[in-house]
Protein backbone atom coordinates (compact mmCIF):
# COMPACT_ATOMS: atom_id res chain seq x y z
CA UNK A 1 0.00 0.00 0.00
CA UNK A 2 1.54 3.33 -1.20
CA UNK A 3 1.60 5.82 1.74
CA UNK A 4 3.50 9.08 2.84
CA UNK A 5 2.88 9.84 6.57
CA UNK A 6 3.92 13.59 8.20
CA UNK A 7 5.45 13.71 11.44
CA UNK A 8 6.87 16.42 13.58
CA UNK A 9 4.38 19.68 14.15
CA UNK A 10 3.33 21.66 16.97
CA UNK A 11 3.71 24.67 18.61
CA UNK A 12 6.60 26.27 18.74
CA UNK A 13 7.57 30.19 19.79
CA UNK A 14 9.06 32.39 16.93
CA UNK A 15 12.12 32.39 16.57
CA UNK A 16 12.39 28.60 17.06
CA UNK A 17 12.32 25.08 14.93
CA UNK A 18 10.80 22.38 13.77
CA UNK A 19 11.88 19.41 11.37
CA UNK A 20 8.83 17.40 10.15
CA UNK A 21 9.19 13.98 8.77
CA UNK A 22 7.93 12.57 5.22
CA UNK A 23 8.10 8.44 5.87
CA UNK A 24 7.10 6.53 2.44
CA UNK A 25 5.67 2.76 2.12
CA UNK A 26 4.77 1.43 -0.90
CA UNK A 27 7.68 3.42 -2.87
CA UNK A 28 11.16 5.03 -2.77
CA UNK A 29 11.79 8.24 -2.86
CA UNK A 30 14.54 7.73 -5.00
CA UNK A 31 12.90 8.01 -7.92
CA UNK A 32 10.79 10.38 -7.10
CA UNK A 33 10.42 14.68 -6.72
CA UNK A 34 9.17 15.76 -3.54
CA UNK A 35 7.55 18.88 -1.90
CA UNK A 36 6.43 19.83 1.26
CA UNK A 37 3.69 22.42 0.87
CA UNK A 38 1.61 24.20 3.23
CA UNK A 39 -2.29 25.55 3.70
CA UNK A 40 -3.08 27.99 6.03
CA UNK A 41 -7.07 28.81 6.91
CA UNK A 42 -8.64 30.38 4.27
CA UNK A 43 -5.84 30.62 2.00
CA UNK A 44 -4.66 28.17 -1.03
CA UNK A 45 -2.05 25.13 -0.23
CA UNK A 46 1.26 26.76 -1.73
CA UNK A 47 4.93 25.33 -2.01
CA UNK A 48 7.39 25.49 0.12
CA UNK A 49 10.45 23.58 -0.54
CA UNK A 50 11.30 20.66 -3.56
CA UNK A 51 13.69 17.98 -3.58
CA UNK A 52 14.70 16.60 -7.05
CA UNK A 53 16.16 12.91 -5.61
CA UNK A 54 17.79 11.71 -8.49
CA UNK A 55 19.93 14.72 -8.41
CA UNK A 56 19.70 16.35 -5.17
CA UNK A 57 18.60 19.35 -6.68
CA UNK A 58 16.68 21.55 -4.14
CA UNK A 59 14.21 25.06 -4.45
CA UNK A 60 12.72 26.91 -2.06
CA UNK A 61 10.39 29.53 -1.55
CA UNK A 62 11.32 32.93 -0.98
CA UNK A 63 9.30 33.46 1.96
CA UNK A 64 11.55 30.51 3.49
CA UNK A 65 14.97 30.35 1.78
CA UNK A 66 17.73 30.67 4.26
CA UNK A 67 15.79 29.34 7.25
CA UNK A 68 13.62 26.25 5.99
CA UNK A 69 15.93 22.88 4.15
CA UNK A 70 14.73 20.14 2.45
CA UNK A 71 16.62 17.16 2.28
CA UNK A 72 16.27 12.69 2.00
CA UNK A 73 17.23 10.40 3.71
CA UNK A 74 17.52 7.39 1.36
CA UNK A 75 17.81 4.53 3.67
CA UNK A 76 15.26 5.60 6.24
CA UNK A 77 13.22 6.65 2.55
CA UNK A 78 12.40 9.82 4.27
CA UNK A 79 11.99 13.18 3.68
CA UNK A 80 12.70 16.15 5.83
CA UNK A 81 11.97 19.89 6.35
CA UNK A 82 13.93 21.39 8.72
CA UNK A 83 12.08 25.01 9.87
CA UNK A 84 14.63 27.24 11.26
CA UNK A 85 13.84 31.44 12.84
CA UNK A 86 10.20 30.16 12.50
CA UNK A 87 7.19 33.00 12.18
CA UNK A 88 4.14 33.30 13.14
CA UNK A 89 3.12 33.68 9.29
CA UNK A 90 4.82 29.85 9.16
CA UNK A 91 1.82 28.65 11.26
CA UNK A 92 -0.28 26.22 8.52
CA UNK A 93 -0.89 22.39 7.61
CA UNK A 94 2.55 21.05 6.23
CA UNK A 95 1.49 18.33 3.48
CA UNK A 96 4.14 16.29 1.65
CA UNK A 97 3.95 15.67 -1.80
CA UNK A 98 5.45 13.01 -4.07
CA UNK A 99 5.51 12.93 -8.05
CA UNK A 100 7.55 9.96 -10.08
CA UNK A 101 10.46 11.64 -11.61
CA UNK A 102 9.64 11.47 -15.28
CA UNK A 103 6.49 9.79 -14.76
CA UNK A 104 2.89 10.91 -13.50
CA UNK A 105 2.48 9.01 -9.80
CA UNK A 106 1.94 10.88 -7.25
CA UNK A 107 0.95 10.72 -3.81
CA UNK A 108 -0.40 13.73 -0.99
CA UNK A 109 0.56 13.21 2.75
CA UNK A 110 -2.41 13.77 5.36
CA UNK A 111 -0.91 17.28 6.75
CA UNK A 112 0.75 17.96 9.84
CA UNK A 113 -0.20 20.86 12.03
CA UNK A 114 2.64 23.57 12.68
CA UNK A 115 1.43 26.62 14.76
CA UNK A 116 4.20 29.51 15.52
CA UNK A 117 2.91 31.71 18.37
CA UNK A 118 4.00 33.11 21.97
Known amino acids: QVQLVESGGGLVQPGGSLRLSCAAS????????TSWYRQAPGKERDLVAT????????NYALSVQGRFTISTDNAKNTVYLQMNSLKPEDTAVYYC???????????WGQGTQVTVAS
Open 26 to 33: GFTFRSYV
Open 51 to 58: ITNPTGST
Open 97 to 107: YARRYGGSNTY
